[in-house]
């Protein structure tokens, strides 16, 4: 077991690699009643080309199988792990993302039957032909439910006007005709193909015994066999480096249309700390210009182009990235272009040091205040350990960020191919 301590944050995390692979983090809370734990695999939406193990040729699975998949493994032969959690006093969930799937749980009590019930139920796959039928119509009506949400239709449509053929452009869900194509053969050949411990990571957070988890951990996994396995060998189409069409509009039922305006990220750097520090300008600028208090927010929030629905959000990963700007207005096309000029203009006239300084601890205090959130700590850290990022190191290397860095940034940032504008009318 290694340990390793972060002045900054006063956290200590316990690791241990096991030995098929399972990558194990715990950060003991004593202060906290609760515990969190969370146990991710590297899969998601997007990994829908891949060789499986043990085999040669690249496969193609239909749309939305992670999310089908994520929800399946709840289901046993003979009951319902939600129900288990229930009993032992423990909140259980799972959700899928483009990159990852994550199951956890957070309790006050039962910690360790808990950690072994989570820990069993993924790592103990169970799938019927009947069960996949049934699931079927579920995820239907949750596709039809978001196909009804003004804000989910924008956000996809954003990243499909950003993105031509990358599969994050593919609702996580899919659509009801992919998930009709799923079989149980598909549902095997995905999970015992991403569900190796060794492109998997758990972290427990809150009052536990960091040596009693891992110990307990170390057992459960002696208990079982798994094939040794390779890197995951993935595949994704060619993408250009502009976005895929400059405008889209949807038509649907809505009061206030929306206008979002879409940054479709370029060249992003392969090095660990680049990627990170490059996250983090990123966030820097959007804090600057369209936060609450952002230089550009209040000149759209004076002219009535905005009103509190506006925001904006990035993600940022190895293969993909983008951010997204806007929200709902009664002039859409005039709130998009201000948003476009705002962004293109920002290269030759961007923010002086003091204000960078001072976005950078501001940065730094709300890291400081979200460390008091247990599901916050174990979710960014398996988020980042994923892509073999330390999420504490990220952390230091804001503080290390110079304003000459920063200027070089954007310098090289943004140019016109790289924005889309959906519209929701």
Known sequence: M?????????????????????????????????????FSTKYGSIDQQFVPINQQDMVKVPDGIAHFLEHKLFEKEDRDVFQDFSKQGASSNAFTSFTKTAYLFSSTSNVEKNLTT???????????????????????????????????????????????????RIDIAGTVESINKITKEDLYTCYNTFYHPSNMVLCIVGNVEPEAIIKQVRENQANKEFTPMDEVKRGFPEEPSGVAQKELVIEMPVSIPKALVGIKEKDIPTNKEAFAKR?????????????????????????????????????????????????????????????????????????????????????????????????FIANQYSHYQLMDIDFFETAELLEQLTFEEYIEFTNHWIDENQLSVCFVK
Do not use: C
């Open 279 to 375: 996250e983090w300008m990123i966030d820097i600028t959007l804090d600057y210009l369209f936060s609450k208090s952002g230089e550009a927010y209040e000149r759209l929030y004076e002219e009535g182009l905005i009103d509190q629905s506006f925001s904006s959000e990035t993600s940022l990963e190895e293969n993909f990235g983008f951010s997204i700007i806007g929200g709902n207005s009664q002039q859409p096309d005039e709130l998009a272009n201000r948003i476009k000029e705002e962004l293109l203009q920002f290269s030759s006239n961007p923010m002086d040091e003091k204000s960078f300084e001072r976005i950078k601890r501001k940065k730094f205090g709300q890291l400081l205040r979200a460390m008091n959130s247990l599901e």
């Open 2 to 38: 290694e340990t390793k301590l972060f002045r900054q944050f006063q956290e200590t995390i316990y690791s241990e690699e096991m030995s098929n692979g399972l990558r194990v983090y715990v950060i003991p809370k004593k202060e906290m009643a609760k515990t969190y734990a969370i």
């Open 118 to 168: 989570l820990i069993d139920f993924v790592q103990d796959p169970y799938f019927s032909d009947e069960s996949v039928e049934k699931e079927k119509g579920i995820i239907a009506q949750e596709i039809k439910m978001y196909d009804d949400q003004p804000d989910w239709r924008a956000f996809f449509g954003t990243i499909k006007s950003m993105f031509a053929n990358h599969p994050i």
